[in-house]
């Protein structure tokens, strides 16, 4: 590691990084991280997606990039939205595990079954790699009309895997067998480019490492929170340089995560309002129709002008690794001011990139795509630096600047309860079954009679929110 003299947690160099790394899956004896550059195609508004050849003789899927999910899963049959699907009967080397998986999103599912087969990655680490695949048999609301990809690969950790975090997901596989360092890096190319284009931005996924062409600057440590999404603490934000004055454990309700599966910035309901009311405040717009900043309606301008410059720039403060110090990434209007549609020949129509949300934030691609995102597993960090590619008409549209004192916000921001954690999970199911026996004995002790039936609802259904497909589209 390459500590700069004075530059806090600014990190040049982390483990593994360094060219030259000696690997057993390279003939070559280095991880080439330069032919992982541009390996990535696709738009924010439908995901990016990375081409993948699996099974013997192998068959070419795209698969989109998901930070925020922990499956590989992979279209089983055809679908009438999905111009290939991987057929596990022509492949020589699929075993399956003969086990069901469904995963329900609070609009949109799918169901599988598990097997392993062999993938391979033309632009990315050199080899085979015996991978864990969900092979997809039904769908609903999964797969939309237009998207370029087939399957998705969940890149977070195997406590969001389904249908239990036994399940060793895709990089832990690839980490575990190629020997390649435990971290990786994101760049998507979508800025000031229109929302579900023609599919062709460029993007990469770097697996193994960091590529030092894909970045400027610095590269700027924030720690992970906990291990399940990738789940980072923020302290405040700025709208147009002014602080929203909200409690920082708003910005942290119930979590603050990174996930390229989000297309947009969302943000908990309380914060929406703030920033919406800050930037109608701070803009230059005097009256703006409110369809606008829920989503509902497009603001269409002359070809001519560029509304960009009518509307404040925002920034996000996160902690840094010293946990005394943050630093702010801030977004220009050209990232959340996102161009849609053309109307005739004269107007074009552009969306409000951030929405609300009622369990999380989600750093969704309308920041991402202004930062190269590095995902350090091993040191339990994600990094961001600014992004060569986020530039409009020669503009940089992001930046990063720090570091700012801490000592104007809670040593803590985000909430100490934390349910999701599977002995918590158990403790609190402990709670209640003694609470239903003293209940049932209570119930005894004053003479009603004892055959009530208990009835069950199958309401009960674990809703992910935050990081899935019905917010990829909206």
Not at 108 to 116: A, E, M, P, Q, Y
Not at 233 to 248: A, S, W
């Amino acid at each position: 590691v390459v500590l700069r003299p004075g530059s806090g947690s600014r990190q040049q160099d982390p483990p593994g990084a360094a060219e030259g790394l000696a690997l057993a899956s390279d003939p070559g004896g280095t991880l080439n991280f330069l032919a992982m550059v541009e390996n990535l195609q696709g738009d924010s508004g439908r995901g990016y997606y990375l081409e993948m050849l699996i099974g013997t003789p192998p068959q070419a899927l795209n698969i989109l990039v998901d930070t925020g999910s922990s499956n590989f899963a992979v279209a089983g049959v055809p679908d009438p939205d999905v111009t290939s699907y991987f057929n596990p009967e022509l492949s020589s080397t699929y075993r399956s595990q003969g086990i069901d998986v469904t995963v329900k999103y609070s609009q949109g599912s799918w169901t599988g079954v598990l097997g392993t087969d062999v993938i391979t990655m033309p632009k990315g680490i050199y080899g085979s790699y015996t991978i864990n695949i969900a092979t997809i048999l039904e769908s609903e609301n999964f797969f939309l009309p237009g998207v370029k990809w087939h399957g998705i690969l969940g890149l977070a950790y195997d406590a969001l895997a389904k249908p239990s975090s036994s399940v060793e997901t895709f990089f832990d596989s690839l980490v575990r067998q190629a020997k390649i360092p435990n971290i990786f890096s994101l760049q998507m190319c979508g800025a000031g480019l229109p929302v579900s284009g023609s599919g062709t931005n460029g993007g990469s996924l770097v697996l193994g490492g960091i590529e030092p062409s894909l970045y400027r600057g610095d590269i700027w440590y924030t720690p992970i929170k906990e291990e399940w999404y990738y789940q980072v603490e923020i302290l405040k934000l700025e709208v147009g340089g002014q602080n929203l004055e909200l409690d920082c454990r708003e910005y942290n309700a119930d979590k603050a995560i990174v996930d390229s599966g989000t297309t947009l910035l969302r943000l908990p309901e309380k914060v929406f309002s703030a920033v919406v009311q800050a930037i109608a405040r701070t803009s230059l717009i005097q009256e703006f129709s409110s369809g606008f900043w829920t989503g509902s309606q497009l603001a269409c301008w002359d070809k001519t002008e560029k509304p960009w410059s009518l509307f404040p720039k925002l920034s996000i403060y996160l902690r840094d690794e010293n946990s005394s110090r943050s630093f702010r990434i801030s977004i220009l209007p050209q990232l959340y001011i996102q161009p849609i549609l053309v109307i005739g020949d004269n107007l074009q129509c552009y969306r409000f990139g951030i929405s609300s949300s009622t369990n999380a934030l989600v750093i969704g691609a309308t920041v991402m795509e202004g930062f190269y995102v590095i995902f350090d597993r091993a040191q339990r960090r994600v990094g961001f630096a600014v992004s060569p590619c986020a530039e409009v008409d020669g503009s940089a549209v992001s930046e990063i600047e720090g570091p700012f004192t801490t000592a104007d916000v809670a040593s803590n921001c985000v909430s100490s309860v934390s349910f999701h954690e599977p002995v918590l999970w158990i403790a609190s199911y402990a709670l209640m079954s003694l609470c239903g026996i003293i209940l049932l004995v209570l119930i005894i002790l004053l003479l009603i009679p004892p055959r009530c039936q208990h009835r069950y609802t199958d309401n009960d259904v674990v809703n992910d929110e935050s990081s899935l497909v019905r917010h990829r589209w909206k």
